[in-house]
């Protein structure tokens, strides 16, 4: 692995109830007697209504106190750190693609192509978390760090330096499809992806 990475160096987001109103004699189920007519609801002594009898309503008074609650923010215990999600990466499997009914692998060793398993087999047992800590939960999912350095590294081991050429050879080659499970990724990705981990890109991270 430290031989082929040799030759990768140099390329590179309250509801507020009032209480209702009282007015009149209380009822026992703690309801609110009200009536319709703004005025007094009894008629003047010896006099007649000059109109229909008022209609009375029976208004319920909630209380306000159980409405915050069902709003409050929870709080974090203080002192306790807040848990980092994961990123989710794009990583598809490509024990999935198939040459007619022939398993891509497969394919490989019968083309005499045994060493580009080999190498996704080896770069599959690197540890990757310094370069994945570089990415956040925001925007669009990333592609594996695993996936990406196999295709610069394969391209590299084929003479292909230009990210444009590594772009090309992602969508025609099958070699590539193994390495990276079949992601396409253009070459301003590629660019950002080797400026991103510049500095752990190192003959020292390929020989641990």
Known sequence: MVQMWNQVQGSAMATHVEPAGTAGPEPE??????????????????????????????????????????????????????????????????????????????????????????????????????????????????????AMMGLVLYGTMLGMSSLRDLEGLARRDLGAMWLTGGICPDHACLGRFVNRHEESITTEFFEG
């Open 29 to 146: 189920d703690g309801g609110v007697l009200r009536s319709s007519d703004a005025g007094n609801n009894e008629f003047p002594e010896g006099g007649q209504s000059d109109g229909p009898e008022p209609v009375k309503r029976l208004v319920r008074s909630v209380g306000g106190g159980g409405q915050v609650e069902l709003f409050e923010a929870r709080r974090r215990t203080p002192g306790k750190p807040k848990r980092r999600r994961q990123v989710g990466f794009i990583d598809p499997d490509p024990g999935e693609i198939f040459i007619g009914e022939t398993r891509l692998d497969s394919y490989l060793r019968l083309m005499e192509l045994d060493w580009v398993v080999g190498v996704r087999e080896l770069l599959r047992e690197l540890d990757w978390t310094e370069f994945e800590a570089r990415y956040f939960l925001t925007g669009r999912s990333p592609y594996a760090p695993a």
